[in-house]
């Protein structure tokens, strides 16, 4: 089975360091999202890419967090410096090329990076 | 603007008896709704989608939803509970508008199964 590979699966930090988090997508998925899920708000949505280009991050505070697609294989979410709020855990999802949302629409998620910052 | 509601935040039931996970939506358009399942320490998986289709919705694993306009409801069932079903449930809808990506989650209903 094809799978959207995270990394780290846990990171334990202190406030104010830097925290890079990766995801590799699925070969030939042209989509990538980040999101953030805690227990107080649930799954929100960082950002999202498609051909590698950003279209949307107005979810990611845009003061500390950056998110980047240096490659068609590698996404990555930043976070510097780093806060306790901060804490979560953040999962990248990949989806296939389609048109609308008729199509796929099925975003096939990581197994989510485990952030706490102390 | 559109949300949607999972009603119960616990749900516990004995293995082989019926499974309902409730959810309301909100919407002023047409909706597209799903259910994910999250697996302790996994990612989340598609169990079934809607999308304006037949208004009862078959996914994986023998689980199904039906979509009922006049209720604004999307509740999740299986006739019959396996102890592989335990998890966390949550019912979906994507933001209007929005990119393929911009889904609205419900805070999610976990879901125990007692042998």
């Known amino acids: 089975d094809a799978r959207v590979t995270q990394t780290p699966r846990h990171k334990v930090t202190e406030m104010g360091q830097e925290v890079t988090m990766r995801c590799q997508p699925i070969?030939?998925?042209?989509?990538v999202f980040w999101y953030r899920q805690t227990m107080m708000q649930g799954l929100e949505l960082l950002a999202y890419f498609r051909n590698r280009a950003p279209l949307d991050d107005s979810g990611m505070p845009k003061d500390r967090f950056s998110a980047e697609m240096p490659d068609a294989t590698l996404a990555t979410l930043k976070i510097q410096p780093s806060e306790p709020r901060d804490s979560a855990v953040y999962f990248c999802?990949?989806?296939?090329?389609?048109?609308?949302?008729?199509?796929?629409?099925?975003?096939?998620f990581g197994a989510g990076s485990r952030l706490t910052v102390l | 603007a559109q949300s949607v509601t999972q009603l119960d935040s616990h749900v516990s039931v004995s293995e082989g008896t019926p499974v309902l996970l409730r959810c309301n939506y909100s919407?002023?358009?047409?909706?597209?709704l799903f259910w994910y399942v999250q697996h302790p320490n996994k990612g989340l998986q598609l169990l079934l989608k809607y999308t304006s289709a037949a208004t009862l919705v078959k996914g994986i694993n023998g689980f199904e939803a039906e979509f009922k306009k006049s209720e604004t409801s999307f509740h999740l069932t299986k006739p019959s509970a396996h102890m592989s079903d335990a998890a966390e449930y949550f019912c979906v809808v994507r933001r209007y508008g929005g990119s393929q990506g911009n889904l609205i989650f419900g805070k999610g209903t976990k879901l125990s199964v007692k042998p």
């Open positions: 070969l030939g998925h042209n989509t």
């Open positions: 919407s002023s358009y047409s909706p597209s």
């Open positions: 999802a990949s989806g296939k090329p389609g048109t609308g949302f008729s199509g796929a629409n099925v975003l096939t």
